[in-house]
């Protein structure tokens, strides 16, 4: 991913861009919003520049809503290679991650990279298991951390002028236990990671279950990156 300089006067993309209150609320990885928000950039061949726009849900998830506007505005040839990166609010439910596969099937063409702030509903195990079909499909599916907060901030925000570096510092350590998560997901194994909001004064609570083929099976610098987790120390 290439940063430019953010929007200036004569920014063509600042029409496309989503406003710093909105990059606020739909990304950080402590709330529990429930509408969802795509920013993504596709780009065709080598050398070419990204082309970049954002989406939100209607009556149809985003991920559906772009699927729809692409496949009806673009022409995908079978000999040029098309990159799209998404930055989601939310993980893709099971459903829109059967959609996204199917359109994967019918354009050999795209390779599809996934940047998500949270898990959607990660207790069901139909979008464990449809997150787990995007994986073994091919698509590479992480947890936003800073670079990417910092990335979509630069170019997918209508950043105040002179507040370019000015992204909203969101604590690391959700970013770290959704990162978590998403591996037991991908591994197969069951969530470790609980989840609970706190009406009355609007806190989200996350909470750590950790059984031992979590111990046996995660590389331990992921539990330990949470700080929240010391690993016994073998002395030889």
């Given at each position: 991913?290439?940063?430019?300089g953010?929007p200036?006067?004569?920014?063509a993309?600042?029409r496309r ?5 909105e990059f ?5 990885p ?16 080598r ?10 849900n209607?009556?149809?998830?985003v991920e559906r809503n772009?699927?729809a506007?692409?496949t009806s505005?673009?022409h995908?040839?079978p ?5 799209i ?5 939310w993980s893709?439910?099971w459903?829109?991650?059967?959609a ?5 099937d ?5 390779t599809?990279v ?10 069901d ?5 449809g997150?787990r079909d995007?994986?073994?499909r ?9 670079p ?6 630069r170019?997918?925000?209508?950043y105040p ?20 998560e998403?591996?037991c ?5 069951p969530?470790?990671?609980?989840i ?9 609570l996350?909470?750590?279950i950790?059984q031992?083929c ?7 610098h992921?539990?330990l ?6 690993l ?5």
């Open positions: 991913m290439a940063s430019d953010g200036s006067a004569g920014d993309t600042s861009r989503i406003e710093p209150w606020e609320v739909f990304f950080d402590r709330e529990l919003r429930k509408e969802a928000c795509l920013l993504y950039e596709l780009q065709w061949g050398g070419r520049d990204p082309w970049r726009h954002t989406g939100k209607t009556t149809k998830h772009f699927l506007k692409i505005e673009r995908f040839h000999s040029v290679r098309c990159s990166i998404w930055f989601l609010s893709p439910c459903e829109c991650s059967e996204i596969r199917e359109f994967l019918q354009h050999p063409s795209v599809l996934i940047y998500v702030a949270r898990l959607f509903q990660h207790m195990p139909q979008n464990r298991q997150l995007l994986v073994n091919g698509v590479m599916i992480r947890i936003m951390g800073a990417e907060y910092d990335y979509c901030w170019n997918f925000v209508n002028p002179g507040k370019e570096a000015h992204w909203p510092r969101f604590p690391p350590v959700w970013m770290q236990l959704y990162a978590l998403l591996h997901i991908i591994l197969n194994l969530p470790c990671l609980k609970s909001r706190r009406c009355q004064n609007q806190v989200t996350f909470r750590l950790l031992n979590h111990y046996q099976m995660i590389p331990p992921l539990l990156a949470t700080g929240l987790i010391q016994p120390v073998i002395l030889r």
